[in-house]
């Protein structure tokens, strides 16, 4: 029996098996880099709106801000961040300082709305939105990165060959 040359290829003709592990991978590493952005800054914040009687809980509201924000940060990659990607590779202007301004503007944004925090106009709720920023911005800057240095590397395989790696099966 002849193999089908299509075997090892994704849906996608344009992405190996390993490519998309390694999509997914990176996927996974930004949503975690922002997560830990933001769980840190409302941590800070949570610790310090609520200082002295905070101080022994710090743990407990860094593990509540964690997966808090983590939910967001999943909810807003998949679906933000990911349709962005499709529009800016349409563009042909995939930037990771442009990815970090999308994901500051739309985690600033989402917390806002959500808390409806632009009703309040304090620094409490200001803080409570920067960190959603700051969560937005880190995850965006992270998968920008790795989309730079994935065409980096497309335009190095056109010219050199493909990557011994994505022949395997």
């Given at each position: ?76 990659m998949l679906l933000i961040g990911l349709p962005l990607t499709a529009l800016l590779k ?18 600033f944004a989402i917390i806002a709305i959500t808390f409806e925090a632009y009703r309040l ?49």
């Open positions: 029996m002849t193999a089908d040359p299509r075997d090892g290829i994704s849906g996608f003709t344009e992405y190996s098996k390993i490519r998309v592990m390694d999509m997914l991978a990176q996927l996974w590493s930004a949503v975690g880099w922002g997560t830990l952005a933001g769980a840190i800054m409302l941590t800070v914040f949570i610790v310090i709106s609520a200082w002295p009687d905070s101080a022994e809980l710090i743990l407990t509201a860094f593990i509540v801000a964690f997966l808090i924000v983590g939910l967001f940060n999943i909810a807003g349409a563009l042909r202007f995939e930037k990771a300082g442009l990815y970090a301004a999308f994901g500051a503007l739309a985690g106009l304090s620094l409490e709720s200001l803080l409570l939105t920067c960190s959603g920023a700051v969560a937005g911005a880190a995850c965006a800057w992270r998968w920008g990165r790795w989309r730079e240095s994935w065409y980096r590397n497309a335009d190095a395989d056109a010219q050199t060959g493909p990557h011994p790696a994505d022949s395997e099966t």
